[in-house]
Each structure stands twice: as C-alpha cells, then as structure tokens.
C-alpha cells in the first residue's frame, strides 16, 4: 500500500490493532500478549516496520469487534488533507473516535458516505474493503485498510424480525451462518440443544430444515408447530450420538460451562455423526475460561469469534468442508 500524495508522512507498522468487543476489554487485555499502547477499546500491539519481525497472529485473540490488519500512521497538516490521503486509498472508512472525538468525525463527514442500513437475513458478506481510523493527537492518525470485519468497526445490523422468533437470540444464529457462507438446505437435518424458547429453532425451520429442538424447558408452543419441527425434553448432555444419529448441523446455546459443551462436542467429533457446528461457548460468572477456548479453537477447520450479537460468549463455528472462516 502507498500512499501517493503522502508516502513520507506515512508509517507502516508491524502488527494489529485490537478493538475490543463491547464491555469485553479486559478479556482482551488478558488475551494480547504484547501490548504497545492503548487508547480507549483499541488495544495496539504494533511496531515500527523497521523493528519487524514481529507476529502477534501466533497468540489467538478472541474478544475482539474488529482487527486492524495492516495499521499505519500518518502525519497531517489539516483535516482535509487527513481526508483526501485516506480518500486516495479507498472509499470506506469507518471513524473510531478516542482522542480528538470531535476532529475524527471532521475527518469523517469529509470522507464517502458508508451505507448503514440494516441487511435483511440472509445476505453475502460484503466484499468491499472497510478500513478504520483514529486519531492519536491533533496531528497523528492511526489507520488501517484492511480490517478483519466488512462492517464499520465490526457492527453487523440485521433488519430484525420482532414478530415471529420468540427471543432476540436467533440474530446470534443469523450473524453465525453470514459469516460461515452456508446454512441449512431444505430438509437438513438438524439438532438444536438447548432450544428454548425456539429462536434458534425458528431460524432452522424457517431454512425449511427438519429440526429436533432439545431443552429440559419447553419450547414456544407456535414454534414447537411449525413444519419440520419435533421436540424432545431431555437433558442435551445425556443424549450420545448413537442416539440421535447423522445430522447436518449441530447447533447449541445451551447455558453451561464451557468444559462441559466440550466434551459433549468431543463425542460429536469423535462419532463422526455431525457436518457442521454452530455453538455458543457461555462464559460462567465473570470468568474467562480461555484454556477450553483453545481447545475449541484448535479443532482444525474452525473457528472462535465474538459475534456482535454475543454478549458473554464466543462462538464456535465448524464446517465440513473446513472453512470454518466462511
Ligand atoms: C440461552 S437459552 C437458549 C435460547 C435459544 N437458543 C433461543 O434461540 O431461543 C439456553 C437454554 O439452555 C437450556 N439448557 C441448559 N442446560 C441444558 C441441558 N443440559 N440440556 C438441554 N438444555 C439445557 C436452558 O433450559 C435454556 O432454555
């Protein structure tokens, strides 16, 4: 990347930066091995290229809304020369103000409209590049192009259904399945555990899935009706593969410790019995159980994200054909 109007002002750096997941910035102060500096929820861990080679990707860090893949800085006289060297780079740029609130978002408005509507379900993952700056005084902007998350500092709007689902949790399975880039055809088979009330469920039914919803709690009594739907009051953990049989997809966001979701997955796994999986990993307490967390993240093909959507959770998403990235 050059750029072309500024490339003595400009300096690339080795390394990320870190926004963190809303309310989750201790976890990720926890998770950064080396930490360069810090301003509000951007945690940095970067050096000067000259002092490179410098690999924070070898310490997996989980409670992040955004990475900033290929961070800069760049010195600048006003804020229309801020604006036009980040305009001769690309077209989107997402403010993340800290310092300065109020001339980050000067820089801003001088900057392309980025659309902000939210996506109706289900939809493609924008291939456009996002990037994301601040400013680190009056003078120095931090910046990056490429970002991990298409969406302006990792918000991902849905155009919500508030009639039909009977909880908010099924926008968690909605954020899972965009970022996968698969879901359910019609007549997969699929096992939801801990089921209710049915906003999971109904995401799988209304793909046109054949869903076994199970929870010790009922489920909503009009999701429990829709086509393709049966429901089974159990204790998820005491049901073995063998009993259940091949499925398709997996899904869990039954409330546990982690280590127990483990080693229900570690039988899924070893039976060979599911395709893909989706499932929330529930952080008890305050706790951060990050050493089962590697375990899940180690499995090869997957991945552990925040979604927008979680709140004291990750998510762990497996796909058969190992694309966990989506
Ligand atoms: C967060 S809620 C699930 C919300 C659901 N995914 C939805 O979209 O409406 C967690 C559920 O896990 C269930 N649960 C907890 N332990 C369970 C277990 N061992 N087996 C089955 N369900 C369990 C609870 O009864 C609760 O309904």
Redesign the pocket.
Known sequence: MRLVEHDDAMDLLSGRVYHAAEGFLHHLLDEVPYITRQDGDLVSAWKRAPDAPFSPDAVPVFWVRNIWLEPFLLEFDSISDAARALRAIQRNWAPCPVHYARRTLLIADRLPHIPDRPRTFPFVLPTAPMGAFTLLDEHTLMGSARCSSPFPNGAFAFAENRDE???R??R??WEALVLAGTMPQPGARCL????????????LASLGAEVLA????PL?PRIAAMPGVRTLK?????LRPEDIGPVDWL?S????YPE?LWRWVERWLASGLARNFIC?I?MQGKTYDRATTLRFAAVPGSRVVHLWHNRHELTWIRLQDGNGAG
């Open positions: 689902p009977p909880s949790a099924y968690k399975l939801d555990a801990g089921a209710s009330p049915g906003g999971w469920t109904w995401v199970v929870d010790r709690a909503d159990h204790d998820a953990f005491t899904c966001d039954v409330i546990c127990a929330t529930k």
